[in-house]
């Protein structure tokens, strides 16, 4: 039958599965809109307030489901509005398709009113960009871009349409997706290695990263800690894959990562990095890290590899696969003294905050209580996101969606809203500084638009605390464009956008804001004002070994 590119890219999106859009028209997308409106008892379309909250929303909605996410925006400065969510999903691997409009074939390369070549600035943040300039091959673009978002090691596709196309007609065939298949890259010499490193080892160390959740190993990961008895660390990007209860969980690895965890890295003869790519805020230093053990890592890019640290061994490849032949051929072994020790670690290095005063971490912890731990937290970028790392314990995957790579302030009211969107069964909660949560609070509008009951907890110090927690230590108190005391009331704010708010200052004030935030049915923003000056902890200074990492106790006792 013969279709237009815009029925194409609707019929293309069904295909695929996809029951969700976020996006934002303008004039050359405005024939897909016109389309998703006949279908919109199909595909729901959530209209954000800014495109780069789109990008942030579809990016959430990937992370909580494992799904693609789908975005969508017009030519020029909506298409480049895109660029910093599309950024963040390729720091993350985040499965991701946006698809923009172009001006029409004639008037590209002419300077034509919002024209840009958005698939030439998204190049080095996409896993691929297409530009369709010819109706014939928009299904099969569509469709390639799909498998390549979710094939291998995921990440975002940009597909860019010249407004004629999607005037234009062309036969259209439906197509079943072809099945993303896992392939086998690796050897059984690879796993053999890998298993004489295993065995050989007296002090194993298990350091989990990201791909852990993108593969769905969980479970293959719980077996293999158990089965060779060792302890785990994860990072920013893992949590959830390992269950926080359990004795062999050691908490985050690197600057801000626990003690145990730090120096256990350091002590260790074997490291075992399962889908983690040795970030810098992970290994700190890459001379000196880890300098006693020997180093296996298993990840399905085989660029990672030898990338940042070298490997002693390496297994590319699918992480659920490997670990799932790992666990079949490894016997059981015991390192009873090993994790004893560092179990001995765990208690006498446990992660502290002043319990005097309202704190985030007394926030999180209660947060952890009352929603049992079953919530999905998003965050923004600094200090609240590293005590929410740090102080709620996740025991599920696709429960904790931070932007890890780039470190995008303004992300997580966007992915908040996505996740919801995806789970509305879970409780989803947004932790932001206030200076994120002013970036892209607008998508609060969003969020009573549609009346998406997610919770936004504001942990506000009128200060840019990340940054001014590195001006205290490192820079003199000199407090350079970080102080943000002014006349902005974000109660009032929230109200006027159509949310809920509560506003805490007292500890006892915490708990029942959140019973009757979760409870609302709707919107709610906690305004939650805490001191200007509480520091996160443990902290590696930069350029120093992990194993140097110091809380407020350090401090006090260098200082006497």
Known sequence: MQLTGSQIVVECLKEQGVDTVFGYPGGTILNIYDELYKHSNEIHHVLTSHEQGASHAADGYARATGKVGVCMATSGPGATNLVTGIATAYMDSVPMVAITANVVLPLLGKDTFQEVDIAGVTMPITKHGFIVKDVSILADTIRKAFAIAKSGRPGPVLVDITKDVTANKCDF??????????????????????????????????????????????????????????????TLMAKGAFNAYSDLYTGMIGMHGTKTSNIGVSECDLLIALGARFSDRVISNAKIFAKKAKVLHIDIDAAEINKNIKTTASVVGDLKMVLAELNAKLPDISHKDWTDKIKQMKKDMPLTYPKNKLTCPYILETLDKVTEGKAIITTDVGQHQMWASQFY??????????????????????????????????TVVNIAGDGCFRMNMNELATASRYNIPIIQIVINNHVLGMVRQWQTLFYGQRYSQTVLEDKVDFVKV?????????????KEEVEPALKKAIAAGGPVVLDCI?????????????????????????LLAKES
Not at 397 to 426: D, H, N, Q, W
């Open 173 to 234: 065939v439906k197509k079943t997706p072809d099945a993303i298949t896992v392939e086998k890259k690796y050897t059984d010499a690879d796993i053999e290695k890998a298993m004489d490193l295993i065995k050989a080892a007296k002090r194993p160390y298990i350091y989990v990263g990201g791909g852990a959740i993108i593969s769905g190993a969980s479970e293959e990961l719980a077996t293999f800690a158990e089965k060779i008895d060792a302890p785990v660390c994860d």
């Open 393 to 426: 314990r996740y025991t599920e995957p696709r429960t904790f969606l931070t932007s890890g790579g780039l470190g995008t302030m303004g992300y997580g009211l966007g992915a908040c809203i996505g996740a919801k969107v995806a789970r509305p069964e879970k």
């Open 530 to 554: 805490i001191e200007e000056d509480d520091k996160v902890f443990p902290m590696v200074p930069g350029g120093a070994p992990i194993s140097d990492a110091f809380d407020e106790a350090d």
């Open 494 to 506: 929230a109200e006027g956008l159509g949310c809920e708010a509560i506003r805490i200052t007292k």
